[in-house]
């Protein structure tokens, strides 16, 4: 699928397989602007496996400005129970530096805005780095607003296995 969008020459599309090393580089380039290269281990085949295998965990879109990859979003279902409806969860979007401030990112999200609603989803989120006041600035320009009192939770690495192990199996 590629859908023509409101920007002249800027297309969407539904990321294939074939797209795995771009993916994975534009990965590499988010983590490096979020200074966060040192967390990536993310290689092709974890990323073939487990968003084009047997059980995908997420879908990506990309962007193609005159034809050339100039952003994505990878995004996957989530739940509110409060609703009683699904969602869908932003967890990357990126657009090349050179590329910014040409309404892209914004296209995308309109995207994926339309995509939960014809998914019958409750919400559409995200979350930012507390220091990029850039993202969060265009965030509230889409009418996007923090939700305060929440504070994100994560457990990984050799946490989360002494967590796992704290489950016995017998």
Known sequence: MTLTTSIENFTIRNATKSDVPLVLSFIKELAAF???????????????????????????????????????????????????????????????????GRGFGKVLISYLAHLAQARNCGRLEWSVLAWNEDAMR????????????????????????????FFETK
């Not at 994505?72 to 050179?98: H, I, M, N």
């Not at 305060?148 to 296995?161: F, I, T």
Request: with cysteine; charged share 20%; hydrophobic share 50%.
């Open 34 to 100: 979020e200074k966060l290269s040192h967390e990536v281990f993310a290689t092709e085949e974890a990323l073939v496996n487990s968003l084009f295998g047997k059980c995908a965990a997420a879908e990506i879109i990309i962007g193609d400005f005159d034809k050339q990859p100039v952003a994505f979003a990878l995004f996957f279902p989530s739940y509110s129970t409060f609703l009683g409806k699904p969602g869908l969860y932003l967890e990357d979007l990126f657009v090349r530096p050179k590329m910014r």
């Open 138 to 165: 265009f965030y509230d320009s889409l009418g996007a607003k923090p939700i305060a009192g929440w504070v994100v939770n994560r457990v990984d690495g050799a946490a989360l296995e002494q967590l796992a192990a």
